[in-house]
T-cell receptor
Framework: NAGVTQTPKFQVLKTGQSMTLQCAQD?????MYWYRQDPGMGLRLIYYSASEGTTDKGEVPNGYNVSRLNKREFSLRLESAAPSQTSVYFCATKQGARPFVQYFGPGTRLLVL | SQQGEEDPQALSIQEGENATMNCSYKTSINNLQWYRQNSGRGLVHLIL?????REKHSGRLRVTLDTSKKSSSLLITASRAADTASYFCATEVGGGADGLTFGKGTHLIIQP
């Protein structure tokens, strides 16, 4: 029972390159989320998916796309990476019902040069 | 925008002492949560307090909520070195949207 897993753990990109961050969960949760965390800041919501086949924008969606491949997997894509996207990215999940406790993955550290 | 703001930003205490950190938020809430983040790790849920509760305990943790002041506090009693971490308060995004809004966190250091 791995909970929430993320790959890769660390990635270095050059400006303009693309990449996909992967997230998978074995908790059978309906909702999944992508957050970014910048130094000295709390987490900010990028996108979320309330169920398979649905996605919605969060607070900071610009420059990102997401895919809810199935109930287990939720990916985050950077089509053309920018230095401003240097951050730590966290995936999280939540059961459908209240209370809205979320379960987080270990994070992906992304450096865009 | 950040809904919650923690205070202080950093706190250093001796092992065995109590640690108190505060959170203020801006809009009405259904509940407020506290999370811990160890260095280089993901966040771990600690405790949730509902808007109709004033105080809640879980082990060495005590959380209070004052909805009239839009503030919450987290008290960790008899601190241990393993409590060294960043602590974040979080509230629901609201407005029909899903997700949590986090404060900037309090970085707690427990000196041995």
């Amino acid at each position: 029972n791995a909970g929430v897993t993320q790959t890769p753990k660390f990635q270095v990109l050059k400006t303009g390159q693309s990449m996909t961050l992967q997230c998978a969960q074995d908790m059978n949760h309906n909702s999944m989320y992508w957050y970014r965390q910048d130094p000295g800041m709390g987490l900010r919501l990028i996108y979320y998916s309330a169920s398979e086949g649905t996605t919605d924008k969060g607070e900071v969606p610009n420059g990102y796309n997401v895919s809810r491949l199935n109930k287990r997997e939720f990916s985050l894509r950077l089509e053309s990476a920018a230095p401003s996207q240097t951050s730590v990215y966290f995936c999280a999940t939540k059961q459908g019902a209240r209370p809205f406790v979320q379960y987080f993955g270990p994070g992906t550290r992304l450096l865009v040069l | 925008s950040q809904q919650g703001e923690e205070d202080p930003q950093a706190l250093s205490i001796q092992e065995g002492e109590n640690a108190t950190m505060n959170c203020s938020y801006k809009t009405s809430i259904n509940n407020l949560q506290w999370y811990r983040q160890n260095s280089g790790r993901g966040l771990v849920h600690l405790i949730l307090i509902r808007s109709n509760e004033r105080e809640k305990h879980s082990g060495r943790l005590r959380v209070t909520l004052d909805t009239s002041k839009k503030s919450s506090s987290l008290l960790i009693t008899a601190s241990r070195a393993a409590d060294t971490a960043s602590y974040f308060c979080a509230t629901e995004v609201g407005g029909g949207a899903d997700g949590l809004t986090f404060g900037k966190g309090t970085h707690l250091i427990i000196q041995p």
